[in-house]
């Protein structure tokens, strides 16, 4: 991937920190973590299902500690610079973190980002609330763990260049990954295959990023070729009087026109990476499952509530299964 020119800009070492490291945004990761819910075997989906409304809300929740409460441990957890290991950073790089700290010392690697890292260990972290069955330790964990897995899945993620500020593109980062799923996803399919045991869940993690590093340039380029012939006056939203609105983070909204331009150009890419976020998800959770020796998740619920939701869950499944979502109604942005 060409990407040498960006690393010659003087304030490269400033952006690179993330300061606008953005998310799925709430509706993307809500249903993420929702539809992952329903990939799940029977003897785990209805310990989940029990608490699916925890589960959908909890997905926010990384980026309220980063954003709300200003946790400072936390921006680091949500990407990774692979620029900053050099040309050809899948060469370079270490998998495991102790032999990337060795290399390159803690310093270096929060800078750059610890997603994949960061991933592996909350992985552990579940697998351990699973062995102690713990509800609330389970919970937290697994709702936390999708909030990461997403993000990896998003290409902007993986990359210095992560709002398009190097190449004259800022704010497409909220774009790509908030406004278009908000705009289109009600015509998304999310219904991914039965979740599957990962036998190599660092491997699994350093696949992922590599994915999603190989569609930077496309993420970068069709809306760059977009920008440049289409008409001015219909780029972006506006108001009564025509003035442009702008979103949350004073970023100019682009116009439904241009989106649908875009998420067209990018035949499916969004669609089919949330896919793969959910798959992904409903997979670590069941690996951390089985590595725990497949405890009796329906001990850990009130018979009753599990009654209570019988009906509920069926047809929440059902619906699942025909690629649709119940019961969701997550905040938008846009």
Known sequence: MKKNFWLSISFVGLLAGGFLCLSWGIWGH?????????????????FFFNHIDYITEEAAVPDLRKYVIGDKAEPDRHYIDLEEFGEHPFDSLPRSWSAAVKKYGERKLHQAGILPWYIEEMEQKLEQAFRKKRTDEILFIAADLGHYIADAHVPLHTTVNHDGQLTGQRGIHAFWESQLPEYFGNTYNFHVAPAHYIPDIQAKIWSTIRHSYQLVDTVLLVEKRLLEHFPKDKLYRTDAQGNILKNTYGQPIFSEAFAKA????LHGMVEDQMRRAIQELADFWYTAWVNAGKPDLTQLDD???TRANRKIYEKAYRLWQQGKLWGIQSGREY
């Open 262 to 265: 875009y998420h067209d150009a």
């Open 30 to 46: 809500q249903h993420i973590n929702r539809a992952a819910v329903f990939a799940l075997p029977d003897s785990m989906r209805v």
């Open 303 to 305: 018979p009753a509530l």
